[in-house]
């Protein structure tokens, strides 16, 4: 059961041959012996979860249950879920118990009666690449525990990886599901932005977040995004779209498709070991009947440049709302408001995201506007328009996810440049607003390595189709960490 | 481009974020560091090219003039630092 798809769990509470309250439970158990070691989780609460579980069995015994319905699952701590304390990952939140439930979760517990196991970690504010900026301390890696899951969903990432839930939700705004995944070894998607409601997940940058699922397939995330995604009136830039089913093309015969490879991708700057394993997984779609042509992408490279303009000065809007008012952390000492405020903030917020937001601060400050941010967002668009040009000629992007396996805890800690930098193939997706996924493709000294698809706008189906049929003929998405038993 | 201490201090108090100088001299040296990566925007020539600020093309929607919450006061000032009689506290702001 632990290592059990959606669909085959859902057959088994279907059949009776498990209930809901006891896959939960076997989870649950799971996360008390191993979580102490990985940190996945910041916030367990055994008895919510057993009563939706009890809730789900009911439904399953009713005949009123969905394919979902009783299946656990794990909350990135972006997602307000109500009753359930939401961090973000943040001492401002540390102690903010949620009023209301994000769409995401409304949906998953209401409608498809899914079982949340807990809030994972995450970077605070979903900003980082490693999840050490997490106030409640770094995950680790289980393929490798000296090492990083990635980020910001890096909680959910080793949630996933080390079987500590069958499968996790994630956000991403410049790579947070895609590079986690891939380091990992995870199957993750991030929906073309607007897609899946924003409403109750905490905004970093709004013009970019964008929920996903994470789990060990693309059959997995299909049916999960069957669950988050559709037209929301609560989030205003949710898009108006009829309700797709994002596994009905799953097993197209993959005969024909057109993948375009970025000469921009396939250069220097990705460690030789990841390169070999995204061309051994280009040969084997070669097989499956695909054609790869090169393609460019002549403005990527400008893409680190113009989201760190473009996120930060979001940022630095969005989290204006932390002033020790309404909700979050307020300081103990203090005299006028404006010592409150400054007090508050300084020692709410971490580091990193102290960072963003005077970065956000300057570039939108008088007289520099123009030069930064009405720049970033020139190149926002040649950016968005070299995908248009490329995907003239293909159907989907491949490439490699991140240019190097998980890295050392600590290693990349101390300049935010490299940190910013390893996420050099992922960023131009949130920048354009397209679809991307991480597939698992093989292992570089032991680590896992994630070959990228990036589709056309509303391009999910066919992606997991493209994911899927790789994933009938490799088995790099079954493998589990060998020191998590 | 560089930052001098003074701009960051300045940015920090923009921010509302309190900051010592020992933090200000690190933070320069980081927002410098991460400035010099965002300068290679600068030699690209953008003259005509429209500005994007979001990713899909959409004007906001509007809804009938309706009430559809219902009033939760007491639920969302329950997460609040300090409230009294409904009203969230702060310091004093008009002697």
Same mark, same amino acid.
């Given at each position: ?76 701590? !972006? ?35 899914? +079982? ?43 949630? +996933? ?43 970093? %940058? ?11 397939? %693309? ?84 893409? +680190? ?9 979001? %940022? ?8 020790? +008012? ?52 020139? !190149?926002?668009?040649? !950016? ?102 | 481009? /560089? ?25 320069? /040296? ?66």
């Amino acid at each position: 059961m632990i290592n059990a798809s959606l669909k085959q769990l859902s057959q088994a509470l279907a059949t009776k041959q498990i209930s809901s309250v006891e896959l939960t439970r076997l989870f649950l158990d799971r996360i008390a012996r191993l979580n102490p070691v990985l940190n996945a989780f910041v916030t367990v609460d055994a008895e919510k979860s057993l009563n939706s579980a009890r809730t789900a069995d009911a439904r399953i015994a009713a005949g009123t249950a969905g394919q979902l319905t009783g299946i656990p699952i794990a909350q990135k701590d !972006i997602f307000c879920a109500e009753g359930w304390r939401t961090t973000c990952g943040s001492k401002m939140l540390a102690n903010f118990v949620s009023p209301y439930d994000a769409t995401v979760i409304r949906k998953m517990h209401g409608e498809a009666g899914m +079982v949340s196991l807990g809030k994972t970690n995450m970077d605070e504010f979903a900003m980082g690449s490693s999840n050490e900026t997490s106030f409640f301390g770094p995950v680790r890696n289980p393929w490798d525990t000296e090492r990083v899951p990635g980020g910001s969903s890096g909680g959910s990432a080793t949630a +996933v990886a080390a079987r500590l839930a069958p499968a996790a939700t994630g956000t991403d705004t410049g790579g947070s599901i895609r590079q986690p995944a891939a380091l990992c070894s995870l199957t993750g998607l991030k929906p073309t932005y607007g897609v899946v409601s924003r409403y109750g997940m905490i905004a970093f %940058a709004s013009s970019l977040d964008q929920g996903g699922p994470m789990a060990a397939s %693309a059959e997995d995330c299909a049916l999960l995004l069957n669950t988050m995604a559709g037209f929301d009136e609560r989030d205003s830039t949710s898009l108006e779209r009829p309700v797709e089913d994002y596994a009905r093309d799953l097993d197209k015969p993959l005969a024909g498709l057109r993948i375009g490879l970025p000469r921009e991708f396939f250069g220097e700057g990705c460690d030789a070991g990841v390169m070999a394993a995204v061309r051994a997984a280009i040969a084997e779609y070669e097989k499956l009947g695909a054609t790869a042509v090169e393609v460019s992408l002549p403005n990527s490279h400008l893409s +680190v440049p113009a989201y760190y303009v473009i996120a930060p000065a979001e %940022a630095s809007s969005n989290l204006s709302r932390f002033d020790g +008012v309404r909700y979050g952390y307020r300081a103990e000492d203090y005299g006028s408001l404006d010592d409150m405020y400054m007090k508050s903030r300084a020692q709410g917020f971490g580091a990193e995201v102290k960072r963003r937001i005077l970065i956000g601060t300057y570039v939108l400050s008088h007289g520099y506007y123009d030069a930064y941010y009405l720049q970033a967002q020139r !190149i926002r668009r040649l !950016i968005a328009d070299d995908f248009v040009e490329a995907f003239k000629s293909c159907d989907v992007i491949m490439g490699p996810t991140s240019p190097s396996t998980a890295f050392k805890l600590g290693e990349k800690a101390a300049d935010p440049v490299q940190m910013y930098l390893s996420d050099i193939y992922t960023i131009a997706v949130n920048l354009a607003g397209l679809p991307g996924m991480s597939v698992p493709c093989g292992f570089a000294g032991g680590l896992p390595v994630g070959l990228q698809l990036i589709g056309n706008y509303f391009g999910e189906a066919q992606l997991l189709n493209v994911a899927h049929r790789y994933q009938q003929a490799t088995d790099w998405h079954q493998r589990r960490p060998p020191g998590i038993a | 481009m /560089s930052l001098t201490l003074e701009q960051v201090q300045r940015i920090a108090h923009l921010a509302r974020i309190e900051i010592s100088e020992s933090e200000a001299r690190t933070t320069q /040296s980081h927002l410098n560091g991460i400035f010099q990566l965002i300068e290679q925007m600068q030699a690209v020539d953008t003259r005509g090219v429209e500005p994007m600020a979001h990713a899909q093309e959409l004007s906001q929607r509007l809804r009938p003039d309706a009430v559809t919450e219902e009033n939760r006061r007491a639920a969302f000032q329950a997460v609040a630092p300090e409230t009294e009689a409904g009203l969230y506290l702060v310091p004093k702001v008009i002697e």
